[in-house]
C-alpha cells in the first residue's frame, strides 16, 4: 500500500470546505484560488477519487469527500490545538489578524487597545475593518469578529466581552414639546431615532423589577450611533444609547433622560471565531485585550 503524504493538500482541502468554496478559502487562507484549485486536484489524484464537484456558488462535496472531511476535520483541530499548546508566546502571538468591527465601539475603545496589543506584540500584523453589517466570517475571510446584539448559535466559537449599559435620552427642547411621555407606551406615538427603521424593540425595566417591551416609531435612522447623537441634540426624537456614547451631552444638559424611571436592557457585545484556527491563542489573547480595555474604561458604567 502507497503511503499517504500529501497532508498539506488535506488541510487545504479542509480549508475550502469550511469556507465554502475557492474564493472565500482565498481571503481566509491568503492562498490564491489558482493554488487551491490546482492543490486540490493534486490530493484527488493522489487519492484517485472526486473529492468535490466545483459549481459557480462554490464546491460541493460529493460522497467520498464528505467521508474524507467528516472523519479528517477534527483530526486537524486535534493536531492545530497540539501545536499551538506547545509554541512559545513570540510564535503563538505573532501573523496576520482580520478583524471586523462595530465603528463605534472600534473607535472609542477596541482600537486604542489593538494599538497597544500591537505595541507590545510588534510581530503581529493587524488588518482592521469597521462595518455595522453583520459580515460572515468564514466567507470573507475574518479572523475575528465583534458583533454587537444577540449573536445566534453559528458553529462559532464566541466569548461575550461585556454588556454595555444604555440609556433612553432626547433634548430639553424636544422634551418640553412631548411633555406626554409619561410611560414606555408612549413612545409608540412620537418620532424616535435608532440605527435602521425595521424590527426596533426597546426592552425596558423599571426600577422595582416590572419589564415591558416598545416599538417606538422610528422617523430618523443612521447606522452610526455618533450621528445619532447629533440627531438627538438637534431635537429629532428619543435615542436609545449606550451610556459612554452620551456621557458628555448629558453632562453638559444638551440631552436629557426620558423616563428615568425606566432603564433600557444593555446591549451585548460578542467576539466570534472559528473554533479550529491555529491562531486560536492570538485570537484568544486579543479578545482578553478587548475584555480588559473595557472593564478599566467607563463603557460598563
Request: glycine fraction near 6%; charged fraction near 25%; avoid cysteine.
Given at each position: ?16 470546505v469550511q469556507a465554502g468554496g475557492f474564493g472565500a478559502a482565498e481571503r481566509a487562507t491568503g492562498i490564491s484560488k489558482a493554488t487551491l484549485s490546482r492543490r486540490l486536484s493534486a490530493l484527488e489524484d493522489a487519492l484517485n477519487v ?190 436609545n444609547l449606550p451610556n459612554f456614547m452620551i456621557e458628555s451631552a448629558l453632562k453638559s444638559g444638551a440631552l436629557v433622560r426620558v423616563l428615568p424611571d425606566w432603564e433600557p436592557s444593555p446591549v451585548e457585545m460578542t467576539a466570534l ?29
Amino acid at each position: 500500500m502507497k503511503t499517504f503524504g500529501d497532508f498539506d493538500g488535506l488541510a487545504l482541502f479542509i480549508r475550502i470546505v469550511q469556507a465554502g468554496g475557492f474564493g472565500a478559502a482565498e481571503r481566509a487562507t491568503g492562498i490564491s484560488k489558482a493554488t487551491l484549485s490546482r492543490r486540490l486536484s493534486a490530493l484527488e489524484d493522489a487519492l484517485n477519487v472526486r473529492l468535490v464537484r466545483r459549481t459557480k456558488k462554490g464546491v460541493v462535496l460529493t460522497d467520498n469527500g464528505q467521508q474524507l472531511y467528516d472523519r479528517s476535520r477534527d483530526a486537524f483541530l486535534l493536531a492545530e490545538e497540539a501545536v499551538a499548546g506547545v509554541q512559545d508566546e513570540k510564535v503563538a502571538l505573532s501573523g496576520t489578524v482580520r478583524l471586523s468591527l462595530p465603528p463605534d465601539m472600534a473607535t472609542e475603545v477596541l482600537a486604542p487597545a489593538l494599538i497597544r496589543f500591537k505595541t507590545r506584540f510588534p510581530d503581529v500584523v493587524i488588518e482592521m475593518t469597521l462595518a455595522d453589517r453583520r459580515v460572515s466570517l468564514i466567507e470573507e475571510g475574518y479572523d475575528l469578529v465583534v458583533r454587537m446584539g444577540s449573536v445566534a448559535d453559528s458553529g462559532l466559537a464566541f466569548k461575550k466581552i461585556a454588556a454595555v449599559p444604555r440609556t433612553l435620552v432626547a433634548s430639553p427642547g424636544y422634551l418640553a414639546t412631548h411633555s406626554e411621555i409619561k410611560e414606555p407606551d408612549h413612545l409608540k406615538d412620537v418620532p424616535a431615532l435608532a440605527i435602521r427603521r425595521d424590527l426596533v424593540e426597546w426592552d425596558l425595566r423599571h426600577r422595582d423589577g416590572l419589564t415591558t417591551t416598545v416599538t417606538p416609531r422610528i422617523g430618523f435612522a443612521a447606522n452610526r450611533q455618533t450621528i445619532l447623537v447629533e440627531a438627538a441634540i438637534a431635537g429629532l426624537g428619543v435615542v436609545n444609547l449606550p451610556n459612554f456614547m452620551i456621557e458628555s451631552a448629558l453632562k453638559s444638559g444638551a440631552l436629557v433622560r426620558v423616563l428615568p424611571d425606566w432603564e433600557p436592557s444593555p446591549v451585548e457585545m460578542t467576539a466570534l471565531w472559528q473554533k479550529d484556527r491555529i491562531t486560536g491563542r492570538l485570537i484568544k489573547a486579543i479578545v482578553a485585550e478587548f475584555a480588559e480595555a473595557l472593564r478599566d474604561g467607563q463603557f460598563l458604567k
